[in-house]
């Protein structure tokens, strides 16, 4: 029922989906708090640290709304290039837009949107991360095929931010354990 309201509030491609397009949404639910995760998802000048298929990614100047980068993909993918422009990003809401604005490959005019929000999972904080997206079909494929296609590649993706970020969330609650004995051996 959660899921299905943030879906609602923060992820409306399907409702601006034309008749070529296809659009869907992806949810990963991530057993690190939401400021770690944050810390990966917002870098647009860096998705690298957490997308398996990108190798390199430059940008020219400041980071800021307008931005554009151009993303190199690992061999393996029908692609090359990727150049793409940052639409929003959001610290407060933990919102990150992004639309593909060229490169060699069939995702034409791609739009996703990126939402990071807390919740508890077993008992500790966790954070759910929904993406949604919206895409021209390409010629000779359906709907369904490029849907697929588009959630392959960002289950793929979201897999890798998890392994990520609960590998640097036990890695803060190793330390922290650390600085506690390191405390209480002080105090005694």
Same mark, same amino acid.
């Given at each position: 029922?959660?899921?299905?309201?943030?879906?609602?509030?923060?992820?409306?491609?399907?409702?601006?989906?034309?008749?070529?397009?296809?659009?869907?949404?992806?949810?990963?639910?991530?057993?690190?708090?939401?400021?770690?995760?944050?810390?990966?998802?917002? @870098?647009?000048?860096?998705?690298?640290? *957490?997308?398996?298929?990108?190798?390199?990614? +430059?940008?020219?100047?400041?980071? #800021?709304?307008?931005?554009? @980068?151009?993303?190199?993909?690992?061999?393996?993918?029908?692609?090359?290039?990727?150049?793409? @422009?940052?639409?929003?990003?959001?610290?407060?809401?933990?919102?990150?837009?992004? #639309?593909?604005?060229?490169?060699?490959?069939?995702?034409?005019? *791609?739009?996703?949107?990126?939402?990071?929000?807390?919740?508890?999972?077993?008992? @500790?904080?966790? +954070?759910?991360?929904?993406?949604?997206?919206?895409?021209?079909?390409?010629?000779?494929?359906?709907?369904?095929?490029?849907?697929?296609?588009? #959630?392959?590649?960002?289950?793929?993706?979201?897999?890798?931010?998890?392994?990520?970020?609960?590998?640097?969330?036990?890695?803060?609650?190793?330390?922290?354990?650390?600085?506690?004995?390191?405390?209480?051996?002080?105090?005694?």
């Amino acid at each position: 029922m959660e899921t299905e309201s943030l879906v609602r509030n923060h992820h409306i491609h399907g409702q601006q989906c034309r008749e070529h397009q296809c659009s869907s949404f992806v949810v990963k639910h991530i057993k690190a708090p939401v400021d770690i995760v944050w810390s990966l998802v917002r @870098r647009f000048d860096q998705p690298q640290k *957490y997308k398996p298929f990108v190798s390199r990614c +430059t940008i020219e100047g400041e980071l #800021k709304i307008g931005s554009v @980068r151009e993303v190199n993909v690992r061999s393996g993918l029908p692609a090359t290039t990727s150049t793409e @422009r940052l639409e929003l990003l959001d610290d407060h809401e933990h919102i990150l837009r992004i #639309k593909i604005v060229g490169g060699d490959h069939r995702l034409k005019n *791609y739009s996703s949107n990126i939402t990071v929000h807390p919740e508890i999972i077993d008992g @500790r904080p966790g +954070t759910v991360v929904i993406e949604s997206f919206v895409v021209d079909v390409p010629e000779g494929n359906t709907q369904d095929e490029t849907c697929y296609f588009v #959630k392959a590649l960002i289950n793929c993706n979201l897999k890798s931010l998890a392994d990520i970020s609960e590998r640097m969330a036990m890695q803060d609650k190793v330390v922290e354990a650390a600085m506690n004995l390191n405390n209480n051996a002080e105090m005694n």
